[in-house]
Structures are given as structure tokens and as C-alpha cells.
């Protein structure tokens, strides 16, 4: 079945203590990306990647780092949370070309106190 | 860049039809509609590339006006299980990809 998977689903964590979120797609789509969902800002894109090695910041990159060491992986990663980086995290994929639609994961609800 | 969508909410009555407006200041490449229920994951629901295309899906239709930048969502014959948040998507130039902030649809018997 095609996929994409995040985890953890649910994620409370403690401010400054660095933070790990994985995407990974079974499609073979060349292009991965993330965004977070915040009540009444809709989803805004964090970093996006159109093949391995290549990262690019979307909208909101800061106190974001990602990598593409491989096609099916794009983890998301907080150093440093802070308690505004309390949201609702969505990875989504796709295919090369741009009239394409995007797969999305289940989501990672994310607490930092 | 984020793109504007109207209106913010909408209630209908079962059988009752709806408009969802998204408008967007920069040139568009494509729009796309997502359905989002309340925690769950977004719905893709369409892609529109041309101006003036128009899209169907069960009673769910759209169209594209390029040179206004402008697309509508048209949900005809409402029923209770098209309740949810609705996104609009824009994709400009260089892969990056802009939601509106979402419109929340609650269809009532």
C-alpha cells in the first residue's frame, strides 16, 4: 500500500532537549516535504527536498534542520524546541513532476513544556 | 503568499450547496484542494492546472481562473460526511507550496 509513514504519532517533550521526527514514503516519489498546522495559520511549509541532498527552506525554517541521506527518508529534526514549536507536524510527498498531488502522513502532535 | 481563502466557516443543512473561494496575489502554477477532518491527515481531493479548468469529483467541483489567480470550490448537494476543513494549496515557481488557512464546512441534518 502506498505510504507515508511519520512517527511518533504523539510526542510531549521537555524545552531544549533535541528532538527526532521521521517521514518515510514507499512510492518512490523524488520530492518530500514538511508542514506545520497551527489553529486559524492552516498548514505552512517548514523545508522541502526534491531528491537526495537537496533541502530547501519553506516558509517557516527556523528552529528546523532536516536531511535526505536517502530517497524514502526526510526526518525532521528540533535541536533546541521551544514551546512555539508546539503544533501539528505533517510530512507529505510526491512525485517529480508538479502537478502532482501530495500524499501526506498520518501526523506527529507535538507538546514542548 | 499565503493564499486567502473565503469564507472562514460555513454551516449547511444536508442537501444544501456551498462555495469556497481561494485567491492568491503571486502567479499561480497549479491549485490544489485538500479535505482535512478534525486531527486526521489532509484528503487530496483535486488538481487544477489550466485557467478556466474545471474539475469534477463525486459532487465536489472546481474551476481556475489563471488570469484572476483566483479558484473556487463548488460542493453541491451537501451530505454530512463533506464536514471538515478545506485547503486550498498553491504551488509557485521553485517547489514551494502555500495553503490558504482553510475554511471549516459543518454539514447538519
Known amino acids: 500500500e502506498a505510504q507515508v509513514t511519520q512517527n511518533p504519532r504523539y510526542l510531549i517533550t521537555v524545552t531544549g532537549k533535541k528532538l527526532t521526527v521521521t517521514c518515510s514514503q514507499n512510492?518512490?516519489?523524488?520530492?518530500m516535504s514538511w508542514y506545520r498546522q497551527d489553529p486559524g495559520l492552516g498548514l505552512r511549509q517548514i523545508y522541502y527536498?526534491?531528491?537526495?541532498?537537496?533541502?530547501d527552506k519553506g516558509d517557516v525554517p527556523e528552529g528546523y534542520k532536516v536531511s535526505r541521506k536517502e530517497k524514502r527518508n526526510f526526518p525532521l529534526i528540533l535541536e533546541s524546541p521551544s514551546p512555539n514549536q508546539t503544533s501539528l507536524y505533517f510530512c507529505?510527498?510526491?512525485?517529480?513532476?508538479?502537478?502532482?498531488?501530495?500524499?501526506f502522513g498520518s501526523g506527529t502532535q507535538l507538546s514542548v513544556l | 503568499q499565503q493564499p486567502v481563502q473565503s469564507p472562514q466557516a460555513v454551516i449547511l443543512r444536508e442537501g444544501e450547496d456551498a462555495v469556497i473561494n481561494c485567491s492568491s496575489s503571486?502567479?499561480?502554477?497549479?491549485v490544489h484542494w485538500y479535505r482535512q477532518k478534525h486531527g486526521e491527515a489532509p484528503v487530496f481531493l483535486m488538481i487544477?492546472?489550466?485557467?478556466?479548468e474545471q474539475k469534477g469529483h463525486e459532487k465536489i467541483s472546481a474551476s481556475f481562473n489563471e488570469k484572476k489567480q483566483q479558484s473556487s470550490l463548488y460542493l453541491t448537494a451537501s451530505q454530512l460526511s463533506y464536514s471538515g476543513t478545506y485547503f486550498c494549496?498553491?504551488?509557485?515557481?521553485?517547489?514551494?507550496?502555500?495553503f490558504g488557512t482553510g475554511t471549516s464546512l459543518t454539514v447538519i441534518p
Open positions: 507529505a510527498s510526491r512525485g517529480r513532476r508538479r502537478n502532482e498531488k501530495l500524499f
Open positions: 512510492m518512490n516519489h523524488e520530492y
Open positions: 527536498s526534491m531528491n537526495v541532498e537537496v533541502t
Open positions: 503571486k502567479a499561480l502554477y497549479s
Open positions: 487544477l492546472l489550466k485557467g478556466g
Open positions: 494549496g498553491t504551488e509557485l515557481g521553485g517547489n514551494q507550496f502555500y
